[in-house]
Nanobody, 115 residues
Framework: QVQLVESGGGLVQAGGSLRLSCAVSGRTFSIYAMGWFRQAPGKERKFVARIDWTGGSTYYADSVKGRFTISRDNAKDTVYLQMNGLKPEDTAVYYC????????WGQGTQVTVSS
């Protein structure tokens, strides 16, 4: 079993910044990649960012490219999402994701961006 603990969500004004963290415990020996998804009210869960665990290659949704940065600390089994230049349309519940032999999800953390 794998457990994910997220932190860093909150309320910010447009143009502000937040950093989300996701720490993984349990059977972490075979992680392929970690990433972030988000789900706004009434919308489907959408991909935000991904980082490959071994090589560190990163991938971003077009809507966040240039504003968000995903990074990792393999020794701590932790992934981060630095979010700069936040916009009201970034408001959503953000979910940490582990991609491996099985897929795991965090509980979600609310990010709210006011105008």
């Amino acid at each position: 079993q794998v457990q994910l603990v997220e932190s860093g969500g909150g309320l910010v004004q447009a143009g502000g910044s937040l950093r989300l963290s996701c720490a993984v415990s349990g059977r972490t020996f075979s992680i392929y990649a970690m990433g972030w998804f988000r789900q706004a009210p009434g919308k489907e869960r959408k991909f935000v960012a991904r980082i490959d665990w071994t090589g560190g290659s990163t991938y971003y949704a077009d809507s966040v490219k240039g504003r968000f940065t995903i990074s990792r600390d393999n020794a701590k089994d932790t992934v981060y999402l630095q979010m700069n230049g936040l916009k009201p349309e970034d408001t959503a519940v953000y979910y940490c994701h582990v991609h491996g032999p099985r897929d795991y999800w965090g509980q979600g953390t609310q990010v709210t961006v006011s105008s």
